[in-house]
C-alpha cells in the first residue's frame, strides 16, 4: 500500500503538470503574475502570515516536539502541486493558479534555508535537495506540456485528456491511501492538539488568501488554496534530513487533514463561483 501511494503521487504530480501545460500558454501562465499587488499579497499570505499564525499555534498549544516541529516546517513550505487541481474543483484561474504555484515553489527553494535555521535550531537546508526533486517533478512535465501545446497544438488537445483522467484516478487512490495508510497515526494525535494545530493552521491559511485577494472570485479562490495548501514535498525532503520519523509522520497526516479540509471548500468556492 505504501507503494502504491508513492506511485499515486508521482503520477498524480507528473500527469497534472502534464495536463496544465499542454491546455495552457506561457502568456496565460505569466499574465496573473503582471499584477505587482497580486504577487507582493501572495508572498505576504504564505511567507510571513502562515509562518507566523504557526509559531503562535505552537506558543499557545501545549504541543509535543515533534508536532512543533512539523508545524513550523509546513507553515514554510509553499507552491504545493496539489494547487491547480484544487482550482479546477473551484473553477477558480488554472492559469493563475499554475503561475502562482511555480512562484510560491521558486521563493520556497530560497526562503527555507534562509528562514527555517532561524525558527528552528540546528536544522540544516539544502536548496539543491528541495530544488531537485521539485523541479524534476513539477517544472519539467510542465515545460514539456507547454512545449507541445506551443509546436503541435492539435496532438496536446488529444492527449491531454488521457493525463486529465489519470490525474484525477491517482488523486482518488492517493487521499483512500493516505487516510488508511494515516489513520493511527491520526487516532494517536487525539487529544495532543496535533490535529486542532493543523486544523487551525490552515483555516487561518485559507482564510489569509481569501481576503488579501480582492474582489474577483475566481482569483479569490486560486490565493485562498494556494496559501491553504502546503508544500509537503518540500517539508519531508528538509524533515528526511533533519528529523526523526515522528516528524514526517505529523507531515503525513498534516497532508491528509489538508485534503480533507481544502476540497470541500474548494467545492463550496466552485458554487459560489
Known amino acids: 500500500m505504501e507503494t502504491l501511494a508513492l506511485l499515486s503521487v508521482l ?55 515533534p508536532i512543533s516541529i512539523g508545524l513550523i516546517l509546513v507553515s514554510t513550505a509553499a507552491g504545493a502541486p496539489f494547487l ?8 477558480g484561474s488554472t492559469a493563475f493558479s499554475v503561475g502562482l504555484m ?13 528562514v527555517l535555521p532561524l525558527l528552528l535550531q540546528d536544522v540544516e537546508v539544502n536548496p539543491l535537495d528541495i530544488a531537485r526533486s521539485l523541479v524534476v517533478m513539477m517544472l519539467i512535465p510542465l515545460a514539456i506540456g507547454l512545449f507541445i501545446r ?5 496532438s496536446a488537445e488529444k492527449i491531454r485528456p488521457t493525463f486529465a483522467s489519470a490525474s484525477n484516478l491517482a488523486i482518488l487512490v492517493l487521499i483512500v491511501l493516505g487516510v488508511v495508510l494515516n489513520f493511527d497515526a491520526m487516532i494517536s494525535l487525539v487529544g495532543s492538539f496535533g490535529i486542532l494545530a493543523a486544523i487551525l493552521l490552515v483555516a487561518i491559511a485559507l482564510a489569509t488568501g481569501y481576503l488579501l485577494s480582492g474582489s474577483d472570485p475566481s482569483i479569490k479562490s ?26 514526517i509522520t505529523y507531515l503525513l497526516v498534516f497532508s ?14 466552485g458554487k459560489r463561483t
Open 222 to 247: 486560486v490565493m485562498a488554496l494556494g496559501t491553504g495548501q502546503r508544500n509537503i514535498s518540500a517539508a519531508l525532503v528538509v524533515a528526511a534530513q533533519n528529523f526523526d520519523a515522528d516528524v
Open 84 to 91: 491547480p487541481k484544487l482550482v479546477q474543483v473551484a473553477k
Open 150 to 154: 506551443a509546436r503541435y497544438e492539435e
Open 102 to 114: 511555480v512562484l510560491l515553489m521558486v521563493v520556497t527553494i530560497v526562503f527555507l534555508p534562509i
Open 256 to 269: 491528509v487533514i489538508g485534503f480533507v479540509l481544502l476540497f470541500p471548500v474548494a467545492g463550496e468556492l
Open 11 to 65: 503520477v498524480f504530480v507528473i500527469s497534472s503538470m502534464l495536463s496544465m501545460g499542454l491546455s495552457l500558454t506561457t502568456k496565460q501562465i505569466i499574465e496573473p503574475l503582471r499584477n505587482t499587488r497580486l504577487v507582493v499579497l501572495a508572498l505576504v499570505a504564505n511567507f510571513v502570515v502562515v509562518p507566523i499564525a504557526a509559531y503562535v499555534i505552537t506558543l499557545v498549544l501545549p504541543l509535543d516536539e
